[in-house]
């Protein structure tokens, strides 16, 4: 089984991209938190690897960090969640908005997912509210690159990034993009960062 893959993006999709690993190209599944944070074609790229093996296919699934991954399996323990399901609602939260909602029991935030309604909804955050992974649990907000950083201590919860949250969803974001984009902001913030400085930098996130 194909744990690991690191070449160089050949190609991206939608929901999928191209590993070039020694000259054989790799199709990959991905959600569009991991197709973001991709380079482009050309850029070396490494994925952790979750093989899918069935009668009538073989895919595979590419993750940035470990956390990601985790929560895909994690998430397909809900019935009515398969793949397709788990990596859009990943794309659509990111590794910090789910875990979020799901300690928080926000089901509107899960069902802003297409093709998750709200019974669906529901029922994921009622079910994984004990199966938060370590791996989640460890991360602050956001999702540090490797190499980078000043280790911020930033959570959800601290006052600058909830209002700087409230400020984006009053200016018209959906709840789950307004905390992706602030989570992303406070990883390369300090820790005494304003909600005036994460709301800048959360725009630029959303502006991407």
């Not at 690191?6 to 000259?23: A, F, P, Q, S, T």
């Not at 400085?197 to 996130?205: D, N, P, T, V």
Request: proline content about 3%.
């Amino acid at each position: 089984m194909i744990g690991k893959l690191k070449g160089i993006v050949d190609e991206i999709g939608e929901g999928w991209m191209i590993l070039d690993v020694g000259g054989v190209g790799y199709l990959v599944s991905c959600s569009s938190t991991t197709l973001r944070g991709l380079g482009g074609p050309g850029d070396p790229a490494a994925l952790l690897i979750e093989t899918y093996v069935r009668e009538d296919q073989f895919r595979l699934f590419g993750f940035l960090d470990v956390a990601e991954r985790d929560w895909f399996k994690i998430l397909q323990s809900v019935q009515g969640v398969g793949a397709r399901v788990a990596l859009a609602v990943l794309g659509t939260l990111g590794i910090v908005g789910l875990t979020s909602a799901i300690n928080t029991q926000d089901k509107k935030a899960v069902a802003q997912t297409s093709g998750v309604g709200p019974k669906l909804a529901a029922r994921i955050v009622s079910e994984l509210k004990d199966k938060v992974p370590s791996s989640a649990l460890s991360l602050q907000v956001g999702t540090l690159p490797e190499g980078s950083g000043n280790g911020s201590a930033i959570t959800l919860s601290s006052g600058p990034a909830e209002d700087a949250i409230s400020a984006l969803v009053n200016l018209g974001y959906p709840d789950a993009h307004a905390r992706q984009a602030i989570g992303a902001a406070a990883a390369v913030s300090d820790e005494g960062a304003t909600a005036e400085m994460l709301i800048r930098r959360g725009l630029k996130e959303l502006a991407r």
